[in-house]
């Protein structure tokens, strides 16, 4: 992957790792595999990255609750796929399929080290969770 930092709002920056071409094609694959699988585990009022669902829907329904209720919850997980248990991330998905192809790519990309304008290389993600990052 190659690595680029994104500027936030604050002032910093967020890494962010970007697939090569081939791997996005096999992203997608992969997708197209476990979408039917996994989407009837999903909350009816998660909205992301969902088959038939959109930021304006979530906005629909957070403005009809708006109405409803007098308080709103927001939470960010800090730093949430940086900090996840790969191990636990592979059970679940072992969960939903057993198809070999399926987990070899996802913990390829697990795996995967980011190369920066520097020409550092970073551990990927189980690369980080291993040194306690």
Not at 41 to 46: A, E, I, L, N, V
Not at 90 to 106: D, S
């Amino acid at each position: 992957m190659r690595g680029v930092d994104i500027p936030k709002d604050d002032g910093k920056t967020r890494p962010l790792g970007i697939p090569t071409v081939a791997d996005r094609v096999a992203q997608m694959v992969v997708k197209r595999f476990l979408e039917p699988l996994l989407e009837p585990q999903f909350h009816k009022d998660s909205y992301g990255y969902r088959p038939g669902k959109s930021a304006l829907d979530a906005v629909g329904m957070a403005r009809q609750r708006c109405w409803r209720h007098a308080w709103v919850l927001d939470l960010d997980i800090r730093a949430f796929f940086d900090n996840i248990e790969t191990n636990l991330l592979m059970r679940a998905v072992r969960k939903h399929t057993n198809c070999p192809w399926v987990l070899m790519y996802i913990e390829r990309w697990l795996k995967a080290r980011c190369r920066w304008r520097t020409g550092a290389l970073s551990a990927g993600l189980e690369g980080r969770r291993r040194v306690g990052r």
